[in-house]
């Protein structure tokens, strides 16, 4: 029987990305969109940054969010992961936002391109940088609500991922996921279009996804619907508080964990989801909260931040990671 790792170590889409080779750490960013909300005082219906791209002023912002991870990168000689701002650039929230499909294919290509725009000023500097579309959840990121069948969730996604694979973009990465079911149809859809993948879970204060499941059998459900398929998995928008004994189960998945963008805040999703105010905790008591869990996670070559995060946050955790 073929296992995991033979599956994923003869994947060619695995090897074309460069933070799978697991000699290089990977920075990437962190709550974009808190940061923009709170820090900014940019309004952000429905908690979506991608309309901001149309507005140069606001495209120059969302530019400028990069410069602080990228000289975190520069400091460390790391690679820079770059998420494009389309968490929210799916068909049903681009409708809500009033874009048409022509719109919304429009908005996922200019995103890559700003993108891009960092790949040259990084590639000045010899940075290694890798273009992700960021896909979200077709519905809340925190309740998986009425969970799709792989199958629907292929055809949904297939939308933005075929955009994503028609440009620039190096891979696209779901973040937030809630549910195996629409992660193996993300998986199944990025097959498909020819662009690798990577699958970002995220988890409720007990570890466990919203679902119920626990981390390291989700993991293991979408590499055994999708043959290993995904080029890794990440956990986000949580904090290491919350997923610390989730890492305890030994097994082959922890091989396939290489990213964290961990939430600032000890609070629940329901108290974020409430929040008036940033709880920006402490970074440096974050940073050495993850880099106490290195030991469970010997893959782990992504690092960044979630919501509450920004550039602080992220360069206290490559640097307690870098330390340990």
Known sequence: MTTIDELVSGSPKRQRLSQTNGDQLFVTDGGLETELIFHDGIDLPSFAAFPLLDNPDHRARLRRYYDGYLDIARKLDAGFIVEAPTWRANPDWGSVLGYSPERLAAANRSAVALAEEVRTAAAADGITVVVSGCVGPRGDGYDPGSAMTPEDAERYHAVQIGTFASTTADQVTAITMTNVEEAIGIVRAASAAGIPSAISFTVETDGRLPTGQPLHEAIEQVDAATDAGAAYFMVNCAHP????????????????????????????????????????????????????????????????????????????????????
């Open 241 to 324: 508080a919350h997923f610390a004994e989730a890492l305890e189960p030994d097994g082959a998945w922890r091989q396939r964990l290489l990213g964290l963008r961990a939430n600032a805040s000890t609070k629940s999703h329901a108290e974020l989801d409430e929040a008036t105010e940033l709880d920006e905790g402490d970074p440096k008591d974050l940073g050495a909260r993850l880099a106490a869990l290195r030991d469970r996670l010997p893959a782990v070559t992504v690092l960044g931040g979630c919501c509450g995060t920004d550039a602080r946050h992220v360069a206290a955790i490559c640097s307690a990671w870098g330390a340990t």
